[in-house]
């Protein structure tokens, strides 16, 4: 089970480190008040993060050819993970304020068209071969939780503390987004 929570933590690591409205939102808006912004952002991206894991869970008994979406989910894994790796430099910005995080956190998951790919193909793959739910979401959130506060953090001492260093954060994520998708490839076509 351990083993789980910490390839979660790593996966969503990876997605939560990508460039897009989480990270935006946090940057531009998480810098007055860190704690309360990130928590009820991060509760509003849990929502349908655990109705996900929670429908997959009830259904991914029933998909037909299981195996077939794990491959296409590892496939799509490698390709965002490429995708993150070659535009880690590209910025993010956000133009307005939020008073509403948990509800921010639900747009910007729902919004996001990257969340809805990797949960469609990679996230029912993952969880079908290794269908511990709980261990899954707790890494998973965990990985939200611990990036996003740092960051906040970051935004809220006024500091740049990652620097020149976030674009490496960033593309080291994006390559083990495709570490993590290549070996789940070789766990299918080679059990």
Not at 37 to 55: C, K, N, R, S, T
Not at 62 to 87: C, E, K, N, T
Request: neutral net charge.
């Amino acid at each position: 089970m351990i083993e789980i929570v910490v390839a979660s933590f790593l996966i969503g690591l990876s997605g939560a480190a990508s460039p897009g409205p989480m990270t935006a939102s946090v940057l531009g808006l998480g810098s007055r008040r860190p704690v309360p912004f990130v928590a009820g952002l991060v509760a509003g991206h849990g929502i349908p993060e655990i109705a996900m894991v929670a429908a997959i869970a009830y259904g991914v008994r029933d998909v037909p050819y299981i195996d077939l979406v794990a491959l296409i989910g590892s496939g799509v894994l490698v390709a965002l993970g490429a995708m993150q790796f070659f535009r880690a430099g590209e910025t993010v910005t956000v133009s307005r304020e939020a008073t509403a995080p948990v509800a921010l956190g639900v747009a910007c998951t729902l919004g996001n068209p990257y969340w809805w790919v990797w949960w469609l193909t990679f996230g029912v793959g993952f969880l079908a071969l290794h269908p511990s739910f709980g261990a899954f979401f707790i890494g998973h959130i965990g990985a939200d939780i611990v990036w996003l506060g740092l960051l906040a953090l970051a935004a809220s001492r006024g500091a740049n503390i990652l620097g020149s260093h976030y674009k490496k954060v960033v593309q080291a994520s994006g390559l083990a987004m495709i570490v993590f998708g290549l070996y789940f490839i070789q766990t299918i076509l080679l059990p």
